[in-house]
């Protein structure tokens, strides 16, 4: 099972409380992670990737075992660690100020 940590913005969205869990097939990717979120929230379909692309949003970045995984092949095998569940997917909002 797979802890995803999405914002606060798209939880809402979703309707969801805290992180949410996917099982996807190994090797797990980013790709399938977010494949399986769409399927189970259609209400996030076009809100992490664009649909007709399928690239992430640019105001959207990725984590993996506090690494920014945001340019990475989304079809590179995530870490044990987080294929496992002890560590988490991020995916967060974009910081922006002046």
């Known amino acids: 099972m797979i802890r995803v940590a999405l914002p ?3 939880r809402e969205l979703a309707r969801l409380e805290g992180d949410l869990e996917v ?3 190994p090797p797990a ?3 399938a ?3 399986e979120i769409e399927r189970r929230y259609p209400s996030l379909l ?3 990737r664009d649909e007709a692309t399928g690239q992430r949003r640019a105001f959207l970045r990725f ?3 506090n690494e920014d995984w945001s ?3 989304p079809d590179a095998p995530l ?3 987080v294929a496992s569940g002890v560590e988490p997917l991020l995916i967060v909002g974009a910081v922006s100020g002046g």
Do not use: K
Request: glycine share 4%.
């Open 8 to 10: 606060l913005q798209l």
């Open 23 to 25: 099982d996807v097939p």
């Open 29 to 31: 990717s980013v790709r």
């Open 33 to 35: 992670v977010l494949d």
């Open 46 to 48: 076009g809100t992490i």
């Open 63 to 65: 984590f993996v075992c």
């Open 71 to 73: 340019m990475e092949s």
């Open 79 to 81: 870490p044990a660690a």
